[in-house]
DNA sequence: AATTGTTTATACGTAG
DNA sequence: CTACGTATAAACAATT
């Protein structure tokens, strides 16, 4: 038997089939692509793409600092991170096994996430997770893929002598790099349906990021403070209804509060409220770029893990790339 | 025992 | 091409 296998039926397909069931056993609202909430049995018709969810264009670590940094104590366990990345992307309701464990290497190994002792005596395992003080915006060039660099904690292990880098010299033959696209996974013969122009419009032409502060889908205090041991909804809503309303958007340009001092991490996720509840390649607000010569990261194309289910249909916005592109086209 | 956390290894795609 | 950032798997150790 595999190591992990996958969940029998993913809880999502129940959900989507009608039955509120949400983990959390209570009635969460079902969220569209926009956030916006479904009442049941109002779906759509063409809605119910359940389980063809496509891997939302965020690395690990961009979800993880999502997640801590709409957390008010802009800390998490590891339990509450999962949680908050399952209930914004249904496309994590699958392989929980799998990515889980990614996201555990990931707090990790990167030196941007830190382990905070727990408080007093609450009860519970694992303790919080942070952002480093010094990480900063990791993400302000609008790459939520792949950072420019990563962050490094400035200790210098073992002698402060610093000296030359002892990089790891691990030069050593690549070995071999054939295989490949040996067989290219052909696609479920029918052809992927036309990407939705949705997937292809940015919704908002607002230019690069324009750092509005946009709340997450804050946890809000009930849930952060009595987080349910297990089986209560956490994270009673994702949206706030006035905020769906695109209309009425920025209440707070500044993302952090003159109060707030020190450390505060800007993730300028600006518009990426809008992807909550990631169901499949709706609009990407940002920074997808068909610049020609400029080769970015395009998680679209280069999806490892199977983006979706067999026979499923995946939108796979081509020729566009990640980053923001040094487009200066004002020049 | 299960969850949480650390570490090693491999693979892939892009940046330079 | 190599270097780097990331994804994934897996083998543990630590904790509850
Ligand atoms: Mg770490």
Redesign the pocket.
């Known amino acids: 038997m595999p190591?992990?296998q996958a969940e029998p039926l993913p809880e999502e397909a129940r959900v989507h089939l009608g039955a509120p069931v949400s983990e959390f056993g209570a009635s969460l609202p079902e969220r569209d692509a926009f956030g916006a909430e479904v009442a049941p049995g109002t779906r759509p018709l063409g809605y119910c793409r359940s389980l063809n969810h496509t891997k939302p264009p965020y690395?690990?670590?961009s979800l993880i600092c999502m997640a801590i940094q709409q957390a008010p104590a802009k800390k998490l366990?590891?339990?509450e991170i999962?949680q908050w990345i399952r209930q914004l992307f249904p496309y994590y309701r699958q392989n929980q096994q799998?990515?889980q464990?990614?996201i555990?290497?990931?707090?990790?190994?990167?030196d941007c996430f830190v382990?905070v002792p727990r408080s007093p005596d609450t009860?519970?395992?694992?303790?919080y997770?942070a952002l480093h003080p010094d990480s900063g915006n990791m993400f302000e060039n609008g790459c939520y893929?792949?950072?420019?660099?990563?962050f490094r904690c400035p200790k210098t292990p073992a002698s402060p002598s610093a000296d030359k880098g002892q990089?790891?010299a691990k030069?050593g033959r690549?070995?071999e790099?054939r295989?490949?696209?040996a067989e290219v996974k052909m696609a479920p013969s029918t052809t992927p349906p036309s990407v939705p122009p949705c997937a292809l419009l940015p919704r908002s032409p607002s230019p690069p990021p324009p750092l509005q502060r946009l709340p997450f889908p804050s946890a809000s205090k009930e849930l952060q403070t009595h987080l349910p041991l297990q089986g209560v909804a956490p994270i009673p809503h994702l949206l706030n209804p006035d905020l769906q309303t695109h209309t009425s958007l920025p209440p707070q340009p500044e993302p952090c509060m003159p109060g707030e001092p020190l450390t505060h991490h800007p993730f300028s996720i600006s518009q990426l409220v809008d992807l909550q509840s990631y169901d499949g390649p709706v609009g990407y607000s940002g920074y997808y770029s068909s610049n020609p010569h400029?080769?970015?990261?395009?998680p679209y194309?280069?999806a490892?893990?199977e983006s979706v289910y067999p026979g499923d249909s995946v939108y796979c916005p081509v020729g566009l790339?990640m980053?923001p592109v040094p487009i200066m086209s004002s020049s």
């Open positions: 190591p992990y690395s690990y670590i366990t590891l339990n999962y799998r990515w464990n990614s555990r290497h990931s707090l990790s190994f990167n382990r009860p519970g395992k694992g303790s997770w893929m792949r950072r420019q660099k990563r990089k790891e030069s690549e070995e790099r295989k490949r696209t400029s080769h970015h990261y395009n194309l280069t490892r893990e790339s980053c």
